[in-house]
């Protein structure tokens, strides 16, 4: 909560967050809603004895009271139940969302990327490259860098704590928070949600706020459904951490359809009705995953990757770039997928992980700098349950707490400490 103070400049007004404001007006517990100030007259205009003027800063001190009302900041909001650990990398900072709803974060900080770290109750986290985004039960945070309005707080500042994402339009007033799950890219933060009975939403902020609100088809925004009609409904979205590109797979009538409302067109696949199958053959995909300049899907019947494979990235050795979805070997039973800007990785439902594409600052975690046009198990993040792609690390998360990291680390983001490039998994040791 923040508050507005008018002073003794009749044209001026100032926004003043509310840790300014509590080392002057300690009361526990309270955030004001308004407090307004002017000239005082000088005492020597009215002479007041000693007890008036006790009574007066009583009486002051009841209405400082008056005008304040309790508010918990989002810290300390207890997540409802158990959420599903998640792994959110960016360009060089890391975040973790614990299973009892809070978030960790380490690495770079210099744009406030680990502004989130401690924040409680959430149930979904998003990275970008240099920023990131929870959602509460009933609230959207987002902290980090702000140039193009992606914080959705309604400025382009940075920001080095959590605030509330405000600047949604008319689709501030129909997100479901509970089922809102955020998607971010380069420069927007796009939040998606299904209704059963009108399809798939999403509302943007920052360089695509005039996305606003719409209804999500395989071929990009379409008006609502008319009431009571049954709509496509999204699998998955995914953003392009690197760029400014998100597509979305959804299936229309038991058809798959994968669209990309903004970025590189090349980045949809050729015919993903003919790859991805339908809901009834058992090989839907429901699973994006984009990198730099290519993508993967993943279904019950393993992985595919498409795009360029300059570096490996689509998992079958040295194939030209292709917009043909191509599987990729040894991915059956994968529970799990993500990419980073040239590599990409699988988890599967026994805790191994697999990695291939580009190797060169160790993201592929097999203990050298080699990169790999076909997948390479990472021994030492066996039983992981979570995993989470960065630009040029990778980080696996366990049912015990325990996260470890591999990759580029320059500024901390795979050990916390930032002493160069990791090429086998290291454990992250987390300040208390």
């Not at 979805?325 to 026994?350: F, I, N, R, W």
Request: aromatic share 6%.
């Amino acid at each position: 909560m923040s508050v507005w103070v008018t002073g003794g400049f009749p044209d001026r007004e100032e926004w003043v967050p509310e840790r300014t404001l509590a080392p002057l007006f300690p009361v526990a517990g309270k955030t004001f809603i308004g407090l307004a100030t002017g000239r005082h007259p000088s005492p020597s205009h009215f002479p007041l004895s000693p007890p008036y003027i006790r009574m007066r800063r009583i009486l002051l001190a009841f209405a400082l009271l008056a005008a304040c009302r309790p508010e918990p900041p989002p810290s300390v909001v207890a997540a409802p139940e158990p959420v599903s650990t998640t792994l959110a990398l960016g360009r060089a900072f890391s975040c973790l969302l614990t299973a009892r709803g809070q978030v960790r974060c380490w690495g770079m900080n210099d744009a406030g990327q680990c502004g989130g770290d401690g924040l409680g109750g959430v149930l979904a986290l998003a990275a970008g490259p240099e920023h990131a985004c929870a959602v509460q039960e009933d609230a959207l945070w987002c902290w980090g860098k702000n140039d193009h309005g992606q914080l959705g707080d309604g400025i382009r500042s940075e920001r080095p704590s959590p605030v509330l994402v405000r600047a949604m339009g008319r689709a501030g007033e129909h997100i479901q928070h509970a089922k809102t799950q955020p998607v971010l890219t380069r420069d927007s933060s796009c939040f998606f949600w299904s209704e059963e009975y009108s399809g798939s939403f999403a509302a943007c902020t920052g360089a695509h706020h005039d996305m606003d609100i719409f209804r999500l088809t395989g071929r990009g925004p379409a008006p609502p459904c008319p009431t009571g009609t049954l709509c496509s409904k999204v699998y998955s979205a995914s953003g392009a951490a690197f760029e400014s590109a998100l597509c979305t797979l959804s299936d229309v009538n038991g058809v798959p359809r994968v669209a990309c409302p903004f970025g590189p067109p090349n980045l949809a696949p050729r015919q993903p009705e003919r790859d991805f199958g339908s809901q009834d053959d058992g090989k839907t995909v429901h699973v994006l995953a984009l990198g730099r300049d290519f993508a993967c899907g993943l279904g019950e019947g393993g992985v595919l990757c498409w795009g360029s494979n300059a570096r490996g990235q689509l998992g079958r050795g040295a194939p030209a770039a292709t917009r043909d979805p191509l599987p990729v070997v040894g991915m059956a039973g994968v529970v799990a997928l993500c990419a980073g800007a040239e590599h990409a990785c699988a988890q599967k439902a026994d805790g191994r992980v697999l990695c291939w594409g580009d190797g060169r600052r160790g993201q592929l975690g097999t203990g050298d700098s080699v990169t790999a046009g076909m997948a390479v198990e990472v021994p030492a993040a066996a039983g992981a349950k979570a995993i989470g792609c960065g630009e040029a690390h990778t980080c696996a998360a366990f049912a015990d707490g325990r996260v470890v990291c591999w990759g580029a680390d320059e500024s901390g983001q795979s050990s916390g400490s930032g002493k160069g490039p990791i090429a086998a998994p290291r454990e992250v040791v987390f300040s208390q």
